[in-house]
């Protein structure tokens, strides 16, 4: 594969048809060999560690990402689209054991017996490929993984999750909540987890005539359905994310449509079918976390939305703070061509509403003083629902210029107005949600950890930073040979 792309590095970047702007420069050197990695999996310990992993660092860190970004004689068009890959290190007084296994997805498994690649994925269609069960794409569990009961989840955009061996990511294979999902429910990458340990998620069908969105809660203690509600969407949008404070379920509608039998009879990819109409604006959805029900709904302005913060309650029982990171438009049309990502990235920033759900209004809808695309918001985990202040993201630094370029800036934001930032330096890009570890001893004190991968060299590392000074630059960094794909969604669960 590596003639291929670095022939795509030398040469496409002017010719791609999506590249229209004749000043377009590449931005990220050899981002290419972001998506061109052997995958190779193992469970080692992890020998060279630079610095100090801070003593309260002792649990276990998850991160799901995509991989594999050609099958067979197929290359796949968008970063959605590989294959995905669970990863685990495990922190212990001994040291850091990494695992990092394929998901093995139905997808995966039969692609890898024929030897080619037979599923349509989210940006790539092609002659002859198929649909799991002619209605949806087959999962390839390359976005989030959270602990549920006895499994950790592997969850793809829209469809089951697999159920992964929790410490050796060994695949025991779909999860269908003891039945009571079946295999063509549609369910979100990102689930919600209550205080009380049961789950919450969500699926859209895209029926152009009756979309609607159905939120499902399920009990940590025995498993069981403990609800699902069904509501009517205003049109059939992409929606990737939510939120929950203590008490609401919180989605962000955006008017990024599905034209799902474009997908079905005309043979697109998901990508192919999406369009975005501002004009049909955005809207808040609030439903009741205790039975699912609807609270209220309004207009939020005609801006985008892939990821959620936090949100929380008020004494006053009837309001509610919901905070996002806002996006000019939609995103996932800059996750393609690979390797050239984010040529034209929207920009973005932090925006707080202050809903009235009695009357049903915003009566607040502040933006932080921020303009980069930036991705992957995480919160101290003491904060879920709770008032709170700093937040954590990956963001692009070249944001505005025309070019290829890829998440090289580790911030620090509060909604105080601090900020603060680590920058990579040139050739050096970063992935995964950058998850806080807690310290237990101090309240608001802990860590991140981010990936790094060094495209100038083929280096990959894990980067842990002090939460409160990312600007110092890393605490510690833990080598990786041979180095891992840069992953989405990461979960923490210290001992
Ligand atoms: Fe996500």
């Not at 025991?172 to 549609?186: A, E, I, K, W, Y």
């Not at 580790?410 to 806080?436: D, I, K, M």
Request: with cysteine; aromatic share 10%.
């Amino acid at each position: 594969m590596s003639a291929t792309t670095d022939e795509l590095a030398e040469g496409s970047l002017a010719q791609d048809p999506l590249i229209k702007d004749p000043l377009t420069k590449d931005l990220a050197p050899a981002m290419e060999r972001l998506f061109d990695i052997d995958i190779v999996e193992r469970d080692a310990p992890i020998t060279h560690i630079e610095g100090a992993i801070p003593p309260y660092v002792r649990g276990t860190y998850y991160l799901a990402g995509p991989s594999q970004f050609e099958v067979g004689d197929q290359s796949y068009r968008h970063w959605l689209d590989g294959d995905g890959t669970a990863t685990r290190l495990d922190f212990t007084d001994s040291g850091v054991q990494l695992t990092h296994r394929f998901v093995r997805t139905t997808k995966w498994q039969q692609e890898l017996d024929d030897g080619r690649a037979l599923y349509r994925t989210f940006g790539t269609s092609f002659e002859g490929d198929q649909l799991k069960r002619g209605i949806g794409l087959e999962s390839p569990g390359n976005v989030s993984v959270f602990r549920f009961r006895d499994q950790l989840l592997a969850f793809g955009e829209q469809g089951l999750p697999f159920a992964l061996d929790p410490q050796t990511l060994d695949t025991r294979g779909v999860h269908t909540f003891d039945g009571r999902l079946n295999h063509v429910s549609p369910l979100s990458a990102h689930p919600c987890f209550m205080e009380n340990g049961d789950l919450l998620n969500f699926g859209v069908s895209f029926s152009p005539k009756q979309p609607s969105l159905t939120l499902y809660r399920f009990a940590e203690d025995d498993g069981s359905l403990v609800y699902r509600r069904r509501h009517p969407l205003p049109y059939p949008c992409s929606i990737h994310d939510f939120i929950i404070s203590e008490r609401r379920a919180i989605f962000f509608l955006s008017p990024y449509l599905l034209d799902v039998g474009a997908m079905l009879a005309g043979g697109k990819s998901v990508m192919e079918a999406l369009s975005w109409q501002p004009e049909r604006g955005s809207e808040l959805l609030i439903l009741d976390l205790e039975n699912g029900d609807l609270i209220t709904h309004m207009p939020a302005g005609d801006k985008y939305c892939l990821h959620l913060i936090n949100a929380f309650d008020h004494p006053d029982p009837n309001r509610v703070t919901v905070d996002l990171f806002e996006l000019d438009r939609p995103v996932y049309d800059q996750y393609e061509p690979l390797p050239n990502l984010f040529v034209d990235a929207p920009a973005g920033r932090p925006r707080r509403f202050v809903i009235d759900l009695e009357r049903g209004e915003i009566v607040e809808a502040r933006a932080l003083d921020y303009r980069l695309c930036a991705d992957f918001p995480a919160i101290d985990p003491r904060h879920s629902h709770r008032d709170y202040d700093d937040f954590w993201m990956l963001g692009i630094s070249k944001t505005g210029q025309s070019g290829r370029k890829f998440f090289d800036r580790l911030e620090r934001l509060s909604w105080q107005g601090r900020s603060s930032h680590w920058q990579a330096p040139e050739g050096t890009y970063l992935g995964g949600e950058p998850v806080f570890m807690p310290d237990p001893a101090t309240e608001g004190r802990g860590c991140v950890i981010c990936q790094a991968f060094h495209a100038l060299n083929g280096e990959g590392e894990f980067l842990l930073f002090d939460a409160q000074r990312v600007e110092n630059g890393p605490l510690a960094r833990l080598s990786l040979d041979p180095p891992i794909p840069l992953g989405f969604h990461a979960s923490y669960y210290p001992r």
